[in-house]
């Protein structure tokens, strides 16, 4: 299986200031014959299942604000929020989908500082 | 809009099964696969496995293989999810999610969740 570790497992932020969290795949899940990513990125409120935000590790979701983007390739990989607003307190998790079975990173927790 | 309305909470003994449906609407029922996710309390998501509702087709983790049962009713664009031989470990919110297109592996679309506690 292949293993997602995020870092750090919590976060405390400014509102206004940027949030990285960072999700590294245990091998690669970059597919080389279409040269995608496969790995998506949700928000999970308490009490509410997660939301996709981020998919392909860098297409944002219809309806997603701008001020969340992913980024990387293979093995590392990025969620930046540029401008934290307190609506944004939440859980985020990576998942891959490269190969069965699906696996999620064990989740970030980000707060206001 | 689509919406994913799964059963409510359920409480099982040890050692018995428990299934959980999830009724789809808004949207072609057989043109998207349903994956099935658990959360246990306070801790991070694990993937079941994935049910085609066109043909019927499944594919679960093998941690849930022998254990885990993906169903459909096309009738009532419901899906199923039957888990047996409950242990303490299987309390946890079970969620069933949409896949976005056909079979890509992520999710776009999440039911409310069904808690399932397995308590003696």
């Known amino acids: 299986d292949i293993v997602m570790t995020q870092s750090p497992d919590s976060l405390a932020v400014s509102l206004g200031e940027r949030a990285t969290i960072n999700c590294k795949s245990s091998q690669s899940v970059l597919y080389s014959s279409n040269n995608k990513n496969y790995l998506a990125w949700y928000q999970q409120k308490p009490g509410q299942p997660p939301k996709l935000l981020i998919y392909?590790?860098?297409t944002r979701e219809s309806g997603v604000p701008d001020r969340f983007s992913g980024s990387g390739s293979g093995t590392d990989f990025t969620l930046t929020i540029s401008s934290l607003q307190s609506e944004d307190v939440a859980v985020y998790y990576c998942q891959q989908y490269y190969n069965t079975p699906y696996t999620f990173g064990q989740g970030t927790k980000l707060e206001i500082k | 809009q689509v919406q994913l309305v799964q059963s409510g909470a359920e409480v099982r003994k040890p050692g018995a099964s428990v299934k959980v449906s999830c009724k789809a609407s808004g949207y072609s029922f057989t043109n998207h696969y349903m994956h099935w996710v658990r959360q246990a309390p306070g801790q991070g998501l694990e993937w079941m496995g994935i049910i085609n509702p066109s043909g019927g087709s499944t594919s679960y983790a093998q941690k849930f293989q022998g254990r885990v049962t993906m169903t459909r009713d096309t009738s009532t664009s419901t899906v199923y999810m039957e888990l047996s031989s409950l242990r303490s470990e299987d309390t946890a919110v079970y969620y069933c999610a949409r896949d976005r297109s056909g079979w890509t592996g992520f999710f776009d679309y999440w039911g409310q969740g069904a808690l399932v506690t397995v308590s003696s």
């Open positions: 392909w590790a860098s």
